[in-house]
């Protein structure tokens, strides 16, 4: 018989006004894509070794000692399937795995990614096929204890010696110890290794290498080689987050990735036009899928959250109320916290899609298309994993205090999350190298130049006349996309003018450097940035009202639109209002609206987050099962909590007891 949990989720299910079938589809790119995900993912799930039910009652060594054997597992499974590396079926099949929790994963992206992309065709055909049989495993080695985004400031060298034809790698000093490189504290055998080149004394820079770490036998470190993992973290515990530090270590001349600069035998030199601008090509892949990334965690927390809300009953919306207790859903407040997140998952995902194919396409001797892109992942990288983590945590605490247990999924999620705001650059870097791409378009623009791409928008707005509203605001304009997507533009755009209007002030300052002015007006660009980011986000989004969808369906996606770009309003108004693109009187027109879609969007919320279909198997949340039978499953989870294998618990005999039986 049915929980009484399972019959309020049940009704709401029956409130759906959309084809569901019709939404899944549409997540997964069409009806035949996602017959095959779901085909993958139902082998990968009733796989006993690839399940996660024990993932909530791991240790640290038995996470990593797990994930280990998973590993393994989903590599024989892979070879079994016959499924081909970087293929559709292959990105369902390690998403379904959960991939970013192995201990191997790095081998076969960023890792394989720096090889093929840095190395010349002869190194790319025999070190990525090592590294896709798994003959060797390798990590990508870049940042160190006291660097990270900065890439010029890295520590680390690699000495070439004419007379052995050799590169001597070192660790100068204790901040040039490379550090956070997952997989590389106890699994890899090889690093793809950024390090300062030196010939004949001269710097020449940051380069790639590649460095056997491990024996290949025995596993052991290598001589010379300082290697381990760095403990325990926030989250991502079962993959081996390493240190790395190197004493006189040779490596033969065709160690360096060649695709881009070479190192003749008698020590010269040769380098292509694009070298600088590659360097950062493995960072810009990485970036490039984030978006869609932080979409899908989004999906799950809200997936959680939202389940849990239509089931959970408290209290009355009317005083003196008898009879069943009021939903929290039903509360507007509840509704205010989940529903921009449910946007915001809609969002990531359908702007992170279109990003990852703009990379696919990228032609990398396109020095402009490069930079353009960089600016535009550093933006939006930044910006979603803020609004991600933000969103998570909203998600947990709208749980209660169920939320706070690990048994809601919650935690785990947030874990993953906080840990993407750190990878791949830090939030205030990212934005300031944003801002470079942007003041070169600014002096584009200045100059009679055509921007193109993501930042042509930047032409119209800075052109319009100062102070003028982008739109006549009130109720009807404010709720069209088109609308909202041109404040956001126009915002970006002064907000842009503005930085540079305070750069330009402290450049004129005699006292200051060009540096020193930079970092004074650092604050405006890291907001330029961020609003650029913003309008990428709104922008983007705003494009599903073109997707060919029913309807029904096609109105509420527009609807998400609608609220996210409200929503972002709220969220920055002294941004909107600063620039002119909003007057006073609307913001409370705007809150307004909110609440509309709010209204809106309630009877179809359930149904929704049914839509990313996900499964219970890989959610491994008692609050957000399919079922919705929340309370029988925290007790499930409870009862099979180890502490609880025995009535009384190890220690109490030892340590207690003889406390409890002395006198004072």
């Known amino acids: 018989m049915a929980s009484h949990q399972s019959r309020l989720l049940e009704a709401e299910r029956k409130r759906c006004s959309f084809d569901l079938q019709e939404l899944k589809h549409y997540q997964y790119g069409g009806e035949k894509e996602y017959k095959l995900a779901k ?24 996470g990593y000692q797990r ?37 191997v994963m790095l081998n076969l992206n960023m890792f394989e990614h720096a090889l093929r992309t840095q190395g010349n065709e002869e190194q790319s055909a025999y070190w990525v096929l090592l590294a896709r049989d798994f003959r060797i495993i390798g990590c990508y080695a870049q940042t160190e204890l006291g660097h990270g985004s900065f890439v010029r400031g890295l520590e680390t060298t690699a000495e070439y010696d004419r007379t052995t034809k050799e590169f001597i790698l070192n660790t100068p000093t204790l901040t040039g110890m490379k550090w956070w490189a997952g997989n590389m504290g106890k699994t890899s055998t090889h690093a793809v290794v950024m390090a300062r080149l030196l010939l004949a004394g001269s710097d020449h820079g940051i380069h790639m290498f590649i460095v056997p770490l491990r024996h290949p036998d025995t596993h052991e470190p290598l001589p010379g080689i300082n290697v381990g993992d760095i403990g325990p973290k926030l989250g991502y515990n079962p993959v081996d987050n390493g240190f790395l530090g190197f004493s006189n270590v040779r490596v033969p001349r065709t160690s360096k990735l060649m695709r881009y ?54 209290g009355f919306i009317e005083s003196g109320e008898t009879g069943a207790e009021t939903a929290v859903l039903d509360y507007v407040s509840q509704q205010y916290l989940l529903f921009p997140v449910l946007a915001s998952a809609f969002a990531f995902q359908h702007v992170g899609n279109a990003m990852r194919q703009t990379y ?22 930044a910006l979603t994993a803020f609004i991600t983590v933000k969103a998570i945590e909203t998600c947990r605490r709208a749980c209660g205090g169920h939320g706070y247990s690990r048994f809601s999924g919650l935690p785990h999620i947030y874990e993953f999350g906080a840990a993407a705001e750190i990878y791949e650059g830090d939030a205030l870097v990212l934005y300031l190298q944003a801002a470079r791409h942007l003041m070169k378009a600014m002096r584009t623009i200045q100059s009679g130049g055509v921007l193109k791409g993501s930042i042509k928008y930047l032409s119209h707005w800075l052109s319009a006349a100062p102070g003028s509203s982008p739109i006549t605001t009130g109720v009807d304009t404010l709720a069209d996309l088109t609308v909202l997507s041109n404040i956001f533009e126009c915002t970006a755009a002064r907000m842009l003018s503005n930085a540079a209007d305070k750069l330009n002030f402290f450049l004129g300052q005699a006292d200051l450097s060009p540096a020193q002015a930079w970092n004074k007006a650092a604050p405006w660009l890291i907001r330029a940035s961020e609003a650029h980011g913003e309008a990428l986000l709104v922008v983007g989004f705003a494009s599903i009202a073109d997707v060919k969808l029913s309807r029904p369906l096609r109105r509420l996606m527009k609807t998400c639109a609608l609220l996210y770009s409200l929503w ?24 307004g609206l909110v609440m509309e879609q709010l209204a809106i969007l309630r009877p179809d919320v359930v149904s929704l987050v049914d839509g990313f279909d996900l499964p219970d198997a890989l959610l491994q949340s008692a ?42």
């Open 39 to 62: 085909k993958i993912e139902g082998i990968v799930l009733r796989d006993p070794v690839l399940r996660q039910d024990d993932m909530h009652f791991l240790s640290f060594q038995q």
């Open 67 to 103: 994930g280990l054997q998973r590993s393994r597992r989903a590599v024989e499974l892979m070879r079994e399937l016959k499924i081909e590396h970087g293929s559709t079926r292959a990105a369902y099949f390690w998403s379904t795995v959960e991939s970013e929790s192995l201990p």
């Open 261 to 314: 600069s070479e190192v003749t035998p008698d020590g010269r030199l040769v380098s292509h036009a694009q070298a600088k601008k590659a360097i950062y090509g493995t960072m810009l892949f990485t970036r490039s899928i984030l978006v869609q990334l932080q979409g899908q965690r989004l999906s799950k927390a809200i997936t959680i959250a939202m389940r849990y809300s239509a089931v959970r009953q408290q």
């Open 623 to 664: 609050l957000g099962a399919q079922d919705g039978d929340v309370y029988t499953r925290l007790y499930d989870f409870a009862k099979r909590e180890p502490l609880n294998k025995t009535e009384v618990a190890d220690g109490i005999h030892e340590f207690l007891k003889p406390l409890m039986k002395s006198r004072i």
């Open 568 to 591: 972002r309003i709220e969220q920055n108004t002294m941004f909107f209002l600063e620039t002119g693109t909003i007057t006073p009187a609307d913001v409370q027109t705007i809150h």
């Open 360 to 381: 696919e396409r990228l032609d990398p001797k396109q020095t402009d298309q490069v930079q353009e892109l960089h600016a535009s992942s550093s933006c939006l990288k």
